[in-house]
């Protein structure tokens, strides 16, 4: 960890911490979730979908490295064990019980709203006092904001493809 690094973190360290690693176990959990669905997916535009949700898994694990890079930056550890995600997560886990594309496609629909207002928080709580968080989450942010826009409206394509029929 760099000192002076540390230093010019104008806001309570700990609370940063918290913050980014409540993010990691979401990170984690959300890539598991998407590189799961495109292994089951089913459905209408099956290989469109299975696509997104693989680039989403890639991206979501690439969130995971960033901010684990932080904590480590911040001199915080990135949570030790997969058993304390859940305990972590502000987002969750929802299992793709039901394959169906609009189904996996409405449960990540969610995750991403969630990780939106997640990285938002971080961003008011980061601004002015510690900027290379901040342009962390702000980056973090760009990606979940393309991502929820990505899903919708491979949602309201399947939905059209769908009504043409009927
Ligand atoms: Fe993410
Ligand atoms: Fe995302
Ligand atoms: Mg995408």
Known sequence: MGTKGREIVGVNIEMILSLLNKAFADEWLAYYQYWLGAKIAKGP???????????????????????????????????????????????????????????????????????ITVYNTMLVETREKDPVTYNMALQILQDEVEHEEDLQSLQEDIELMLNRHS
């Open 45 to 115: 535009m099956k290989e469109a979908v299975i696509a997104e949700l693989l680039q989403h898994a890639t991206d979501e694990l690439r969130h995971a490295d960033l901010v684990a890079n932080r904590i480590v930056q911040l001199g915080g550890t990135p949570i030790l064990s997969p058993q304390l995600w859940y305990d972590f997560t502000n987002c969750g886990y929802d299992a793709p019980e039901n394959p169906h594309v609009m189904q996996l496609l409405q449960q990540n629909i969610k995750g991403e709203q969630c990780a």
